[in-house]
């Protein structure tokens, strides 16, 4: 979800930091899986629920970029598909005329950091829902 609010490389590096101690829950998850199956099936236990956070992953991203993306950019004023293809229109005093494109980078720009605020808030209610029903949280 912080993603959108960084401006700078110093916040970057942060950011990249915070999303390396959150990756190491995998470790954890691991250890959790062992202990709750036995021996016998602790692999294969092990290796569905890494599949499936990879497919989760994946599926997050494809969602991301190709569904909600497009969405929030017409919800922010923007058209899906437009763009002026790289060309510049600018006027005398060197400064793009077009607002028509500023509008369509605004959309795509506030587009894309709003939509990392969705898999956070999933991930925010798929914890409550885990602690409020799970017996060994």
Do not use: H
Request: net charge negative; hydrophobic share 45%; aromatic share 10%.
């Amino acid at each position: 979800a912080l993603t959108g609010l960084v401006y700078s490389a110093s916040g970057l590096n942060i950011l990249r930091l915070v999303i390396g101690v959150a990756g190491s829950a995998f470790v954890t998850c691991q250890y959790w899986t062992s202990s709750m199956f036995t021996v016998e099936v602790a692999g294969a236990a092990n290796a569905i629920v890494a599949g499936w956070g990879n497919l989760g992953g994946g599926v997050t991203q494809i969602v991301m970029g190709s569904i909600l993306f497009p969405l929030f950019k017409i919800m922010f004023g923007g058209s899906y598909g437009r763009s002026n293809a790289g060309f510049q229109d600018d006027d005398e005093n060197g400064q793009d005329g077009n607002d028509i494109d500023d509008d369509q980078d605004r959309a795509s720009d506030l587009a894309w950091r709003t939509v990392c605020i969705i898999p956070a808030i999933m991930c925010f209610l798929m914890s409550i829902v885990l602690i409020k029903y799970s017996d060994d949280v």
